[in-house]
């Protein structure tokens, strides 16, 4: 899988209350979330470094938001 590292860059400098509002009422909290988009950016964005936690929590919740264009 290949990601997007600028919509990701994006996502988690200038979007960061969508990754809120996504997680509220969920459980997880947003700097979770946001530390598994560091780490990939950190990481050139090698899914497979991920745990299964980290992946989990990619799927669900920084995929869906960067499939959505750009602001």
């Known amino acids: 899988m290949e990601i997007d590292l600028k919509k990701?860059?994006?996502?988690l400098s200038k979007q960061?209350?969508?990754i809120e509002r996504?997680?509220?009422?969920t459980g997880f909290l947003a700097r979770t979330v946001?530390?598994?988009?560091?780490?990939l950016l950190d990481n050139e964005g090698d899914v497979a470094l991920?745990?299964?936690k980290q992946l989990?929590?990619?799927?669900?919740?920084?995929k869906p938001l960067m499939g959505r264009p750009l602001q």
């Open 22 to 25: 996504a997680v509220k009422g």
């Open 34 to 39: 946001i530390g598994v988009g560091t780490f």
């Open 16 to 18: 960061r209350d969508e």
């Open 50 to 52: 991920l745990s299964a």
């Open 8 to 11: 990701l860059r994006n996502l």
């Open 56 to 62: 989990a929590t990619f799927e669900k919740f920084l």
